[in-house]
Every structure is written in C-alpha cells, then in structure tokens.
C-alpha cells in the first residue's frame, strides 16, 4: 500500500468521524467541513482543508506524486485525534444544560419584571 493510498484512506476516516461525532453530511470532506466549520476549532479546520484541498488531487496520478505525503498524514492523524477525543454524551449533555439555563433565566427576568409592574401599579 502506497503512502498516497494512506492519505485516500485517513480522508474516508476522516469524512466517516466527522459523521459520526458531529453528524455532518457530505460525500466529500469538503463538503463536510463546511457544515462543520463553526464545530471545530479553527487550527483542526485549516488541516482539515489541508486534506479537503488534495482530495480531487487523489484521482489524478501525476499529480498524487507531488503531494507532500508526510504532512498530510500528520495533518490527518491531528484531526482525527481532536474528532475522537469529542465525547458525545458530554456534549449532548452540555447542550440541554445550557437549554435549562436559558429558559431558567428567562423565568426569572420574567418574574423581575412581573414584580415590577405590580410594584408600578402598586398592587403589591
């Protein structure tokens, strides 16, 4: 196996954690990372488009040859590593907190304002 068939098969990895740790879609990681952009942070989404950008390159034989293969292996493990390392309970937890937060938060500038006007009509 050749060090360009490892780079084909990290960017199907890729694509396929991306899927399932952030539920993107897309048939190319291309396309995935861009419904994925704001997810990441922003030094995994440049070596992500690191890999995005070779992607079509793979299919061509000459130009697969001038590709940097070490880099792009490196780029690919680093965001396969920062897609792995996302827990999906945390974060699924995460988000119904911060949902409870806010709805606890709008009950109480609800009340404040609630007490206010019936201070203001002088009902209390």
Do not use: C
Request: charged share 25%; aromatic share 6%.
């Amino acid at each position: 196996m050749t060090e360009s068939d490892r780079i084909e098969d990290q960017i199907a990895a890729t694509v396929a954690l991306l899927r399932a740790r952030l539920g993107v879609h897309g048939k190319s990681l291309r396309l995935a990372l861009r419904r994925a952009k704001h997810r990441l942070p922003r030094r995994i989404y440049r070596r992500a488009m690191e890999l995005a950008r070779v992607e079509p390159m793979m299919a061509h034989p000459r130009l697969r040859m001038t590709l940097n293969a070490p880099s792009l292996s490196a780029a690919a493990r680093e965001v396969q590593a920062h897609l792995r390392g996302i827990d999906l309970a945390d974060r699924r937890k995460g988000w119904w907190l911060g949902m409870l937060g806010a709805l606890v938060f709008n009950l109480l500038v609800f009340g404040a304002l609630l007490l206010a006007f019936l201070a203001w009509r002088r009902l209390i």
